[in-house]
């Protein structure tokens, strides 16, 4: 689609890239790796990813907790898991499309509902760009509270990069 | 906020940026110049302008038009001043940030709805990027039909750029 830039950039930038279990949040990371990343700039990309909240579910006669502390526990454990998954794949990709090591990459994992804590983490770490797939959530949770990146180019000052995942190709 | 990027790129790239009478557009285009756009890339870069729909106001009793083809003539004459004028002030701008010439800078004006034409361009054009301010329409449209980027954001297959103008900022 388009092409590796190698850059010279003068001044630093911060861009934040929202990450998920997606294709998708993979396919806008390699997108913005490819058109936006300056290789021998002094860009810093953040990847950010953001651990679903803790659940707490009451019985139905509000007297107690349904699951155990080991369960909550066990829960949590997968939870991280999942998190430092997807961040080494996203930064596995960062290393292979980055010809380059002067692009500094961190990451970040927050807990919340994933709105939030992106909206949160732009303001906070005063981004200069903030990229994202277009979905997250499932289906019917979208239907209600529409997507996360709509939620999101509405609310951040910076700008919003907004990538899908094209249909046709098998992407990667 | 960030730096001019003198890139080489190796495939060409359609970026179209889509401009209207707003400020926001203009700083759309201007931080769009100095972060996406590579200076001795093969990128084309695609000023779009949708020029509002013809009125067709009948009287009530549906027997005729309230405006006379002089006053139609004189409308038409005064919204193609105001495309050329908006396109002109965009391409100084291109001039102005680009340092070289290496990037192709076209223009487009189509008439119609701003979220039909913006769309409808990306996908003719096969554009690998839309660029965009963050609003478009006046307060009362867009609450009813929301704003265009957003329409364009959910619509279009291609990566969208939002960007706001600071609030803060009184700059371009």
């Not at 890239?17 to 490819?34: G, K, P, R, T």
């Not at 430092?84 to 002067?102: F, G, M, P, S, T």
């Not at 992106?118 to 303001?123: A, D, Q, W």
């Amino acid at each position: 689609m388009a092409d590796v830039a190698t850059a010279t950039a003068t001044k630093e930038r911060k861009i934040l890239v929202a990450v998920d279990d997606s294709e998708e949040s993979m396919h806008a990371l390699s997108w913005c790796l490819e058109n936006v990343i300056s290789n021998n700039s002094r860009d810093t990309l953040i990847l950010i990813y953001a651990k679903p909240p803790r659940p707490v579910y009451t019985t139905l006669d509000g007297t107690g907790y349904l699951f155990s502390s080991d369960i909550m526990a066990t829960m949590e454990k997968y939870s991280s898991d999942v998190a430092d998954c997807i961040l080494e794949k996203a930064k596995k990709l960062c290393r292979e499309q980055l010809a380059h090591n002067y692009v500094k990459v961190e990451t970040r994992v927050e807990c919340g509902d994933a709105r939030d804590v992106i909206c949160e983490m732009v303001e906070k770490l005063s981004a200069d760009m903030l990229v994202m797939g277009s979905h997250g959530y499932g289906l019917i949770k979208r239907a209600f509270l529409g997507s996360v990146s709509n939620h999101c180019a509405r609310n951040v000052k910076c700008p919003v990069l907004i990538i899908k995942k094209p249909k046709s190709s098998g992407g990667r």
